[in-house]
T-cell receptor
């Protein structure tokens, strides 16, 4: 069975500061990993994905994530936070072939202070 | 290009009733999946339909069912509603070929009284 752990439910940073959202996964097979963002009263939007190609993945809005197999991690980072980044962020894992069956973490709410 | 459309956006039902939610995928997308989002359990996969066939199913009771039509539109039904079914139900569409690249609708928020 696959699982995702997102430590902490809330992260607060100042505008312009580094954003680091942590994600650890458990999978018995090589995983596909994803980060999604959800703005208030909206659905989820794909930020980036890892599907066994480059371990450093760049996504939209300046976000990137690095797949580290030895640490079973896929942390999301952004060098400089913007007020518009305030949202809930979800890490997810799937098996190759199970295209739409994602296992999500509990999510992390990111707040950005002016 | 129009996004994923879900109807209704909000609805209130009472225990024991049933409900049907509708999802129109992005044009050309053949896969539709459904997720339940609650504060306690987070996002949980319900099922996926691809070309009118259920391709994957999550761990939900048989009261939760779905179907997909030839135009890829999908419906999900919940019978004999329970208080715990109160949730945001999210539909996502995809081409069905690229793992995890889902396009989500804004959801249908169901409140069961």
């Amino acid at each position: 069975a696959q699982s995702v752990t997102q430590l902490g439910s809330h992260v607060s940073v100042s505008e312009g500061a580094l954003v680091l959202l942590r994600c650890n996964y458990s999978s018995s097979v090589p995983p596909y990993l994803f980060w999604y963002v959800q703005y208030p009263n909206q659905g989820l939007q794909l930020l980036l994905k890892y599907t066994s190609a480059a371990t450093l993945v760049k996504g939209i809005n300046g976000f990137e994530a690095e797949f580290k197999k030895s640490e079973t991690s896929f942390h999301l980072t952004k060098p400089s936070a913007h007020m518009s980044d305030a949202a809930e962020y979800f890490c997810a894992v799937s098996e190759a072939g199970a295209n739409s069956k994602l296992t999500f973490g509990k999510g992390i709410t990111l707040s950005v202070r002016p | 290009k129009a996004g994923v459309t879900q109807t209704p956006r909000y609805l209130i039902k009472t225990r024991g009733q049933q409900v049907t939610l509708s999802c129109s995928p992005i044009s050309g997308h053949r896969s539709v999946s459904w997720y339940q989002q609650t504060p306690g359990q987070g996002l949980q996969f319900l099922f996926e339909y691809f070309s009118e066939t259920q391709r994957n199913k999550g761990n939900f009771p048989g009261r939760f069912s779905g179907r997909q039509f030839s135009n890829s539109r999908s419906e999900m039904n919940v019978s004999t509603l329970e208080l715990g079914d109160s949730a945001l139900y999210l539909c996502a569409s995809s081409l069905g070929q690229v793992a995890g690249e889902l396009f989500f609708g804004e959801g249908s928020r169901l409140t069961v009284l």
